[in-house]
């Protein structure tokens, strides 16, 4: 027999995990906007016809990049997190479930550092398994760029190149295929693995090894496994454990935050962050106005509210936004 939801989160809700994963992919973030890869239509891989590569994995192959960088650099600049950073539901719900029942690992497939921004897990037990747009490297001599620096560059010209040697090119240190995961991956994985009671797959395909075979690792008697995702993936349905929720991952976790009883404590999480990363960004909009355009700057300056106005202002928006949230979702 499957696991029934109502069981694993009174079981959850009375204590019962105590070594509980997050495996998660890029499905828990397309509702920031950001595409997947696999997903028919809107996914990455459907619409890589603009970069003419030779097939799909191209753009993150190395030998491919160093020939011709200009694909990746173009999809870099589309997926960049600075243009995308609000972390969605799911990532939020994954800090709920922290605080409430404690997470021992959340292994992360994704590249936009939204499980970060979101907040709320310390960063140990953050295993960004693809690496992140978080720091970069140039292949040829290796000297770090800040991710200022590296964005400063990516806006203005078609490839980035190193300020040290000049002619290397820099990357994040996204994983691409071929290369190895970082260290961290494997440090954790034995004990994880064999520690793990409750383990939550979310938006991914299970296509990547070896991340994919983590839920496959998990012991049978011992763990339970939770799927949430469009579609069913890997060997989920075949373990008695198993519990598949097959569905939007904000959604799925909304329902789950309902049965547990932080529904209205998870939606004023994603308010609370939304207006204070609005008024961040306020804030370093007006400095950068009054640093680059002074004239424009001081034009503004009588119609530009003060501090608590635009505070009452984003907070009004974040309403807003949590009843549009709620209006999407049904509820
Ligand atoms: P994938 O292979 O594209 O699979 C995504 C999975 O999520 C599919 O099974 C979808 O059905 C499912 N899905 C899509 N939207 C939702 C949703 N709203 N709710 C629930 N499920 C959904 O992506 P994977 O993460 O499995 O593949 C690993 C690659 C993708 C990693 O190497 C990443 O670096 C790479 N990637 C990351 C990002 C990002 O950082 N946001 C974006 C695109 C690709």
């Known amino acids: 027999m499957p696991a029934i939801l109502e069981d694993v989160v009174s079981k959850l809700e009375s204590g019962g995990f105590n070594n509980i994963l997050f495996l998660v992919g890029a499905g828990i973030s397309t509702s920031a906007g950001i595409p997947d890869f696999r997903t028919p239509g809107t996914g990455l891989y459907s619409n890589l016809t603009k970069y003419k590569l030779p097939y799909p994995e191209a753009i993150f192959q190395l030998s491919y990049f160093k020939k011709s960088p200009e694909p990746f650099f ?16 799911f990532h939020y719900f994954i800090a709920e479930i922290h605080k409430r029942y404690g997470v021992r690992r959340v292994y992360t497939q994704n590249i936009d550092t939204l499980e970060r921004i979101a907040g709320g897990i310390p960063e140990d037990k953050i295993v960004e398994a693809h690496g992140s747009f978080a720091n970069n490297k140039c292949i040829k001599c290796s000297a770090d760029m800040s991710s200022e620096r ?19 090119l820099v990357k994040p240190s996204i994983v691409f295929f071929g290369e190895q995961l970082p260290e961290k991956f494997f440090e954790c994985w034995d004990e994880d693995v064999s520690k793990a009671d409750l383990i939550v797959v979310a938006g991914t395909s ?6 994919a075979a983590i839920p496959e690792e998990v012991k049978e008697d011992q763990c339970t496994r939770v799927l949430i995702n469009k579609e069913k993936v890997g060997s989920f349905g075949e373990r008695e454990n ?3 929720l097959l569905g939007g991952a904000d959604e799925m ?19 609370k962050q939304k207006a204070r990363s609005d008024d961040n ?14 004239e424009e700057s001081d034009h503004r300056a009588p119609t530009t509210a003060t501090k608590d106005e635009a505070s009452v202002e984003t907070e009004k928006e974040a309403e807003e936004l ?3 949230i709620k209006d999407k979702l049904n509820i």
Do not use: M
Not at 79 to 89: A, E, H
Not at 206 to 211: K, R, S, T
């Open 150 to 168: 590296f964005n400063e560059l990516l806006f203005k010209d078609k490839v980035v190149r190193c300020d040290k040697c000049k002619t290397g």
């Open 281 to 294: 960004d306020d804030d370093e909009s007006e400095v950068s106005e009054s640093e680059h355009s002074p």
């Open 206 to 211: 299970l296509a990547v090894h070896p991340v």
């Open 253 to 271: 976790a909304l329902k789950i935050a309902r049965l547990c009883g932080f529904e209205d404590e998870l939606l004023e999480l994603q308010k």
């Open 74 to 89: 173009q999809l870099a600049r589309e997926i960049n997190p600075q243009k995308y950073n609000q972390p969605t539901l």
């Open 322 to 324: 949590a009843d549009a």
């Open 242 to 244: 198993d519990l598949l």
